[in-house]
């Protein structure tokens, strides 16, 4: 018995050798040396141009055997790290080399066809847009709804850009006979035909927002009228100053011809109705501004995640164009810390890192000293932007 179970041990350990030596030595050094430093630090150039040297080597089993291993690195599959990489390229309007082969198409035609399916299956769609949802009846409500809708046009602005792209690149391909016959069929989605049934949502979505933000403003101008509690009455000043900025937006939008299919909202009656509060409440529309613009770009720095090092950065091409370090990934349900006095559990409260304790953690010998007249600690980082 005991010699059997030796022979399996066996077996198995030179299983796992075997599967482990499947990934050729150039290749292993191409991921191991540039693709995983690249993609961790946020240079996306060299991500795609070290993916897709990786993609046109290998096929079949050897990409599952690479995203593997990209998994114990605890990284994304090579198709999706690709696709990722070149869509956020592509959208800041960089050209890129090399151009995207039949082979790596293969990878990352999944991860965009993935996406837009999820879009027309209804699973991103927000409950507030979903037949039969009632519209809320306080404040806070509305903020949930309207946060969702606006992390949801995130979404669709996204998958259109991915669509039109994915179907410019695959078309390319096929024309230029970059794809083996054999593969035709795992490109043939239709990219296009998906992107007229995001342009139908997002106009639901505009419908929705339009309606939801009218209703905000009569019901942030009863508050005001009506409750003397100072908490609810900022809540309402700002929600108003917000959604007539952008109801105004949407109409001089209407106005140059866009959005002709939805109908245009009340704008006068809009503005009446906020202008009488401001004449009422002047000071109150003021501190909200300032209260609230502090808590928006708080939760920015927060909760905000970059696009490398595991949300803690933005990445290289910021350099080349600072107006991209603005994007930001948002949480779709916004975490909600545990009171530290109330709660003993030592995790109480979510794990959110922190930009420069993790960044500077990283650093090897990234602090120096320098001696003057005072002490100054300085640091040093190829991070930082």
């Given amino acids: 018995m005991r010699r059997s179970m030796i022979t399996f041990a066996a077996l198995l350990f030179g299983f796992q050798v075997t599967l482990q030596a499947a990934i050729p030595r150039d290749v292993k050094l191409e991921v191991d040396n540039r693709l995983i430093p690249a993609y961790r630090t946020g240079n996306l150039e060299t991500v795609i141009f070290s993916g897709a040297l990786i993609a046109n080597k290998i096929s079949g089993s050897l990409i599952e055997e690479i995203d593997v291993y990209l998994d114990e690195q605890n990284i994304e599959s090579l198709g999706a790290i690709l696709a990722r990489s070149r869509f956020t390229l592509l959208t800041q309007g960089q050209q890129l080399k090399p151009q995207a082969t039949g082979k790596e198409l293969i990878l990352t035609v999944p991860y965009f066809q993935g996406q837009v399916q999820e879009m027309i299956t209804g699973a991103l769609r927000p409950t507030i847009m ?19 809708i606006h992390i949801y046009k995130n979404d669709l602005l996204n998958l259109d850009r991915t669509s039109l792209l994915a179907a410019q690149a695959v078309a390319n391909a096929l024309r230029t006979g970059n794809v083996k016959p054999v593969d035709r069929g795992r490109l043939s989605f239709n990219f296009l035909e998906a992107r007229e049934q995001i342009l139908a949502e997002n106009k639901r979505r505009v419908e929705v927002e339009l309606a939801l933000r009218v209703a905000r403003v009569r019901l942030a101008k ?37 959005f002709q299919l939805i109908d245009e909202p009340d704008i006068d009656q809009i503005n009446r109705t906020v202008k009488e509060a401001q004449q009422k409440a002047p000071r109150l529309f003021r501190d909200a501004e300032r209260l609230f613009t502090g808590i ?16 803690l950065l933005k990445g290289a091409y910021v350099k080349n164009n600072p107006a991209a370090g603005f994007a930001l990934n948002m949480p779709r349900n916004r975490p909600v810390a545990t009171d530290p006095f109330k709660n003993e559990a030592s995790q109480g409260s979510p794990y959110v890192a922190r930009r420069h304790e993790n960044t500077w953690a990283w650093e090897n010998g990234g602090i120096s000293m320098k001696y003057e007249k005072t002490v100054k600690i300085t640091a040093v980082s190829d991070y930082f932007y």
């Fill in 296 to 311: 928006h770009w708080w939760i920015r720095g927060r909760y905000g995640k970059g696009s490398v090092a595991n949300g």
């Fill in 130 to 148: 979903r037949e039969g949802a009632k519209f809320p009846s306080a404040l806070k409500e509305f903020e949930e709804s309207l946060l969702k």
């Fill in 222 to 258: 009863r508050i005001i009228d009506e409750t003397n509690d100072l908490q609810q009455q900022l809540l309402a000043v700002f929600a108003m100053d917000q959604d007539l900025k952008i109801i105004n937006d949407f109409v001089e939008q209407q106005r140059q011809g866009l």
